[in-house]
């Protein structure tokens, strides 16, 4: 039986969270003396719930989820570094990351001083099974993040190896999910039920366009959303941010819309980029962005910016690579225009 607490921090395992106002009423009142707000109504001067019922309620039908499963953050980088905080003692216990991968998982480690243990991905950006077999079996390892569709180079990973990880680690298995919503694959979360160490993230930041409201989410079984919520601090998503995001869940047909948009650029950038004959390589993408490598990758990088476009330049963790945004048709023409006329 895999049972979170027992894989906590002892301190996590033996907090007493901090009970805020709002935690110890939270009935119909009329009058609110409780938390040392201002009385004087502006729409903003009262505490946000501190649970986001709404929010989570409406998260949970869109998701087919229950609210238990939900934690939200603000942005996934904090549910990141929540599980870091959670279930890795510092200068003990360790995270695995597979590179090249999102830089957060391995930043929140060293802010807590809890090592990294790295096994690259293959050529492909698949999972080296093989290699990482043996620290699945490392004790010391807490938690391994899976980044599917990976950052920055965009392709899925496959199920079967997600599921093998699933079956082997002992420890609790991340599922990054922030592209998703581009890629033609089922959420993880689907198997949330099947596995009690699966912890799966999306965000608002990237598909739905809310990258400003920072809101993300952690859906996973309701003994680890337990332990966040233990840990979290107590007013952690803004009343802007809950409002906002609510209205924006009624306009999932322009989001779909808008994902459509971004998927059928992304195909004609990527024919562009194969008639630039500077262009060495272009990598499959599930996500909203292109990984390419190029000849001079630096010089064309400096080149973009003197032209007011800015890309990232990934040279450093994939040679000669630079990963590449779909933005708006206009956007994209004005890209393609300077990769070709050079
Ligand atoms: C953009 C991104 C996120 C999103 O982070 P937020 O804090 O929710 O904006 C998470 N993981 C990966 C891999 C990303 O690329």
């Known amino acids: 039986m895999f049972d979170p607490e027992t894989l906590a921090r002892p301190n996590v395992r033996n907090l007493k969270p901090y009970a805020s106002a709002r935690d110890e009423f939270s009935g119909d009142a009329q009058i609110w003396l409780d938390a040392n707000e201002s009385p004087f109504e502006n729409g903003l001067n009262r505490y946000p719930d501190p649970h986001q019922r709404e929010l989570k309620a409406a998260i949970a039908k869109l998701k087919s989820v229950s609210p238990e499963q939900i934690f939200l953050g603000n942005g996934s980088d904090e549910a990141i570094d929540l599980l870091v905080r959670a279930f890795c003692e510092p200068r003990q216990d360790a995270i695995i990351t597979l590179p090249p991968t999102y830089g957060m998982y391995g930043v929140c480690a060293a802010i807590n001083d809890v090592e990294t243990i790295e096994v690259p991905l293959t050529p492909d950006f698949q999972i080296d099974m093989p290699s990482l077999l043996p620290e699945l079996l490392n004790d010391q390892a807490k938690l391994i993040f899976l980044c599917s569709p990976n950052n920055p180079s965009g392709n899925l990973l ?8 699933l079956e082997l680690f002992q420890g609790i298995v991340v599922v990054d999910e922030a592209y998703i919503d581009f890629a033609e694959a089922e959420s993880s979360t689907r198997i949330l039920d099947e596995f009690p160490n699966l912890v ?3 965000t608002f930041s990237k598909a739905w366009g809310m990258a400003g409201l920072r809101l993300g ?7 680890i959303i337990r332990i966040l919520n233990r840990i979290k601090p107590p007013y952690n998503i803004n009343t802007l941010t809950q409002k ?3 209205e924006n869940l009624t306009k999932q047909k322009s989001v779909t819309e808008n994902i459509a ?3 059928s650029e992304k195909y004609r950038l990527i024919e562009a980029l194969k008639q630039k004959p500077g262009c060495l390589e ?8 292109v990984l390419a490598r190029f000849q001079n990758a630096d010089g064309l990088y400096k080149r973009l910016c003197a032209k007011g476009i800015v890309v ?3 040279s450093g963790v994939v040679p000669d690579a630079l990963r590449i945004t779909v933005g708006t048709k206009r956007e994209n023409e004005n890209l393609m225009n300077c990769l070709i006329r050079k």
């Open 282 to 289: 272009i990598f499959p993408s599930d996500a909203n962005f």
């Open 261 to 263: 948009k971004i998927v």
């Open 200 to 202: 799966v993230l999306q």
């Open 244 to 246: 906002a995001v609510l």
């Open 158 to 165: 496959r199920s079967e190896d997600i599921l093998q990880v």
């Open 312 to 314: 990232r330049n990934r």
């Open 217 to 223: 989410m952690a859906f996973a079984n309701r003994d």
